[in-house]
């Protein structure tokens, strides 16, 4: 049979015929009242029992690789199976109706999921969503069950209220959408679980709009209960094809490790018998290795005098050009100050004779004078602390930080946004440089944060095993995923001068400054979602890089 003659086949029978069998009993048959409370438990604790099951063994297939097709269907199952099993369990009343209501409404939404597309799925990490539906499910139904004074009334003499049928109708909508997407799944691949998850969702879907031609203990309100019995079962049938095919793997495993088994049992036979002839080889081996054992000796201890001699010649020339480095950075700034300088002179003593181009040309000789003194001196920066000695002592990190704040200009005036809470937290560092660590953190803490946002910093430390861990949390603009190691390097910048103006050595400083006292920094951060980043000091003093 083609697969559109059978996805009709199942809309007809799992849809139209459902939906237009309950429509028509519960608006042309008796509406007298039947009610049997024993039955209608049954019907619904036995269809919670199925969903239960096969939303566990969803959960043991999801366990061989993460899937938005299976994880949005397992979740709405146990969802399902939850809530129904509360309302199977309830007195009637306005708990026990609205319970049922929630389990069509989650159940809908979770199954309408399946849409989503499976990049946006995978950056969920899947299992958190289905997760967090099942406690709110839960929770929810809890409240329904332990409030029913609050809740409006789900049925009259007359009919569901209009408040419970656009529930049920939100619930059904989902599974109909859920539907549309299984069908053509199996349009695609022709799946026998596409098929079945469509007449799960379909007869779901048909028997939420029957709400608006039933109510309470009639002989369509029954009738609806058992096409959801129906769906229920229908389900299983693939959990129990699933079954079949983990049966049918384990034995195929079986077989093919029973095969190799053999075959290694005749390779290690063979092998046995060349063991013997290769010890023999070996001690002959052996006698010849102990000789060049003495012979590498004589080479080991003169290639270790070269290595000496060569690392200190290494030492010398780092050394060297480390102190080249130094003085070609600082002997820069005299004429940039003097460029700067004679930009001033020119600015205010010819200012009325230039036009408006040479005023912005030298405009622009005087904000690249300031750039590039800005850029010298966070070289400067870097250069000191690669170079300068290391003192590590007790610093108080709550008074360092506070002093840090009103020291620098475009700290203070965000002081209240800035939440330190580091009482009593004593470290051990060199005050220059957590000082420089900080401040830098700080203040690109409040620096990158998206226009009109104002910046919202939280400092505060933690006891680790054998460091103790700072974290700096802002509400930023926060760096993708691949950019967090990329950030830590010299001259790195993820934005324009224009947008976010800086050097792009700041976190170069941060990172050198950490490691010279034996720590570690790493930063948690996703795009749009704000950063933080985690320093790391030892708990004791160790001897600085």
Same mark, same amino acid.
């Given at each position: ?21 309950a #429509?028509?009993?519960?608006s042309?048959?008796?509406?007298? #009242? ?6 209608h438990a ?13 939303a ?14 299976? $994880?949005?269907p397992?979740? #709405?199952l146990?969802?399902?199976g939850?809530l ?7 007195e ?5 109706a ?5 389990? /069509?409404?989650?159940g ?5 999921m $399946? ?18 539906? $099942?406690l709110?499910?839960?929770l929810?139904?809890?409240?329904? *069950?332990?409030?029913?004074a609050?809740?409006p009334?789900?049925?009259t003499?007359?009919g ?27 349009q695609?691949?022709?799946g ?8 799960h969702?379909?007869l ?25 019995l ?10 129990y094809r ?15 490790? @029973?095969?190799?088994v ?9 092998k046995?018998?060349?063991l ?16 060049s054992d ?7 201890? #003169? ?7 060569r690392?200190?010649? *290494?030492? @010398? ?12 950075v ?13 930009a ?7 200012r009325?004779?230039l ?34 000695e ?10 360092l ?5 009103h020291q ?8 209240p946004?800035?939440v ?8 051990h ?5 957590l ?17 009109? /946002? ?11 095993e054998?460091?103790?861990r700072?974290?700096v949390r802002?509400?930023?603009i ?5 950019k ?16 976010y ?21 790493? $930063? ?7 950063s933080?980043?985690?320093? @790391? ?7 600085p890089?």
């Open positions: 049979m083609k697969p559109a003659q059978t996805i009709g086949i199942v809309i007809l029978s799992a849809g139209i015929v459902p939906f237009s069998a #429509a028509l009993i519960g042309f048959v008796s509406n007298a #009242a039947r009610p049997h409370e024993p039955l049954f019907l619904e604790i036995a269809g919670a029992c199925m969903a239960i099951a096969v566990m063994l969803l959960g043991l297939r999801l366990q061989r690789g993460p899937s938005a097709y299976l $994880v949005w397992m979740a #709405a146990l969802c399902m939850v129904d099993t509360l309302h199977g369990s309830s009637p009343g306005p708990s026990w609205w319970l049922r209501e929630l389990s /069509t409404l989650f809908g939404l979770l199954f309408a $399946v849409w989503l597309p499976p990049s946006q799925a995978a950056g969920l990490r899947l299992f958190r969503p289905a997760i967090i539906a $099942v709110i499910a839960v929810s139904g809890l409240c329904v *069950l332990f409030f029913p609050a809740l009334a789900a049925w003499p007359h569901y209220t209009l408040l419970a049928k656009l529930v049920n109708t939100i619930g059904g909508a989902g599974f109909l959408l859920a539907a549309t997407y299984f069908l053509q799944s199996y695609r691949s022709a026998f679980n596409d098929l079945v998850f469509a007449a969702c379909l779901f879907g048909a028997t939420a709009f029957a709400v608006w031609f039933s109510n309470v203990w009639q002989l369509g309100w029954w009738l609806w209960h058992f096409f959801r129906l769906a229920y079962i229908i389900i299983v049938t693939a959990a699933f079954v079949r095919q983990m049966q049918h793997t384990i034995e195929e495993y079986n077989r093919e490790l @029973e095969k190799s053999e075959h290694r049992t005749l390779e290690l036979a063979a046995n018998t060349l013997a002839a290769e010890i023999q080889e070996r001690q002959q081996i052996e006698l010849a290795l102990r000789q003495a012979r590498l000796h004589q080479v080991n201890e #003169a290639l270790e005098a070269r290595v000496t001699e690392t200190a010649e *290494l030492r @010398e020339m780092v050394t060297q050009l480390d102190s080249f480095s130094y003085s070609l600082h002997d820069l700034r005299a004429p940039l100050r003097a460029m700067n300088a004679f001033k002179i020119l600015d205010e003593e010819y009325p004779r036009d408006d181009r040479a005023a912005r040309y030298l405009s622009r000789i005087g904000s690249a004078a300031a750039r590039m003194d800005h850029l010298i001196q966070d070289v400067l920066s870097y250069t000191r602390v690669t170079r300068d290391v003192k590590i002592e007790e610093v108080d990190l709550h008074s930080l506070n002093d840090i704040i620098y200009p475009d700290l203070e005036e965000h002081a946004r800035i330190v809470d580091c009482a009593s937290t004593i470290v560092g060199n005050t220059a440089f000082t420089q660590t900080f401040s830098n953190l700080l203040r690109n803490a409040v620096k990158f944060v998206p226009p009109g /946002t104002l910046p919202r910093v939280r400092v505060w430390s933690e006891n680790g054998d460091c103790i700072i974290c802002d509400n930023g926060g760096i993708p995923a691949d967090h190691a990329q950030i830590f390097g010299v001259f790195q910048r993820l934005h324009g001068e224009d947008a103006p800086g050097t792009g050595i700041g976190l170069a400083i941060v990172k050198r400054s950490i490691e010279r006292m034996k720590g570690r920094i790493r $930063v948690e951060s996703e795009l749009g979602q704000g933080a980043f985690w320093v @790391e000091l030892p708990r004791h003093e160790k001897a890089v």
